[in-house]
């Protein structure tokens, strides 16, 4: 496994989580990362990505303002911030790395997947 993400949980609506995702290979330092989210039965859909140097960031509309994507190379590690939850933000959550320094939306950019993290958010 090269990418693990973890964070995961069950809180109430409003609350917080801290998503993580490393890779113990010091790999990816170069590359775009991104957030996905899937349901059952939905495809896997972008939340967040960020560039290799953090200088860009990239949200889809429905967590703007409530979510915070960084990065932190010398650790090797990719944090979703998750803030003001909702019920319709439970879903499991993928980390990814992409191919390129600069991301996208599309899922086909990425070449790396984690294993996944639940996230259920209870109203």
């Known amino acids: 496994v090269q990418l693990q993400a973890s964070g995961g949980g069950l809180v109430q609506t409003g609350s917080s989580l801290r998503l993580s995702c490393t890779n113990s290979?010091?790999?990816?330092?170069?590359?775009?990362m991104a957030w996905f989210r899937q349901t059952p039965g939905k495809e896997r859909e972008f939340v967040a990505g960020?560039?290799?140097?953090?200088?860009?960031?990239d949200y889809t509309d429905s967590v703007k303002g409530r979510f915070t994507i960084s990065r932190d190379n010398a650790k090797d590690v990719v944090y979703l911030q998750m803030d003001s939850l909702k019920p319709e933000d439970t879903a499991v959550y993928y980390c990814?790395?992409?191919?390129?320094?600069?991301?996208?939306?599309?899922?086909?950019?990425?070449?790396?997947w984690g294993q996944g993290t639940q996230v259920t958010v209870s109203s």
């Open positions: 960020i560039s290799w140097n953090g200088g860009i960031t």
């Open positions: 290979r010091r790999m990816f330092r170069n590359n775009a």
């Open positions: 990814a790395a992409a191919y390129r320094s600069v991301g996208s939306r599309r899922v086909s950019d990425y070449r790396y």
